[in-house]
């Protein structure tokens, strides 16, 4: 059974089972695969393959009509809470913003939560230890999560959550919400317990 997060001299130290474990880091990895950057293949020209590695986007395919409207992805809406808009009152501002500064943002939110799957996959036993590093890791990586289950959960105001509660309550166990609704919470507590100890 989990048990919060305690300063321990110079580390962190919380205790979760196996299953529990099994779960942060399903839930970690969930949220790194969407968040990652698409790796780049390198191409041999040195300008594109910086611009790859940036992140910046290729004025066009080699091969490909540079006229030709390719159609846009759908974006998870996810993404929009993990990522949000830096320009919400100028639509082209805040894409030409994405454009720049997503790519970076991706890979150092990857990097967070790649940190905290690895701390949690090397823990002896039910004990998880955190060096400071790897617990500011930890709660950057939970705060992720919590906003991507947020998201599916579709709790983006007070009122949301207000009325989400009483729907849960009503619900079955079978109820796929009700699930995703216990992962929130113990991420939440998780989280906040790790907060707790970094602040004492």
């Known amino acids: 059974m989990a048990r919060t997060f305690k300063r321990k001299g110079s ?4 205790r979760l ?4 474990r099994k779960v942060v880091v399903g839930l970690l990895e969930q ?6 950057p698409e790796p780049y293949e390198p191409t041999g020209d ?6 790859a590695r940036l992140g910046l986007p ?5 091969g490909q009509d540079p006229a030709h409207d390719v159609p846009a992805v759908p974006r998870d809406p996810a993404l929009d809470r993990l990522l949000p808009s830096a320009h919400r009152d100028d639509p082209e501002l805040a894409a030409e913003f994405r454009r720049l500064t997503e790519h970076g943002l991706r890979e150092g939110k990857a990097a967070n939560l790649a940190m905290a ?21 930890m709660v950057i990586a939970l705060t992720d999560v919590r906003l991507l289950l947020g ?9 949301d959550a207000d009325a989400f509660q ?12 009700f699930h995703l609704a216990a992962y929130y919470d113990f991420m939440t507590w998780l989280q906040e317990s790790l907060t707790q100890a970094l602040m004492s």
């Open 58 to 62: 290729r004025l066009y395919d080699p």
């Open 17 to 20: 089972d196996e299953d529990e």
């Open 11 to 14: 580390h962190f130290v919380a």
């Open 31 to 36: 949220t790194h695969q969407l968040l990652a």
């Open 46 to 51: 040195p300008f594109e393959d910086l611009v």
């Open 166 to 177: 009483d729907r849960l309550e009503a619900a079955a166990d079978n109820d796929p919400h």
């Open 117 to 137: 799957i690895e701390a949690l996959l090397d823990s002896d036993g039910d004990k998880v230890r955190l060096d400071h590093e790897q617990a500011q890791a």
């Open 151 to 159: 998201e599916r959960l579709g709790l983006r105001t007070d009122e």
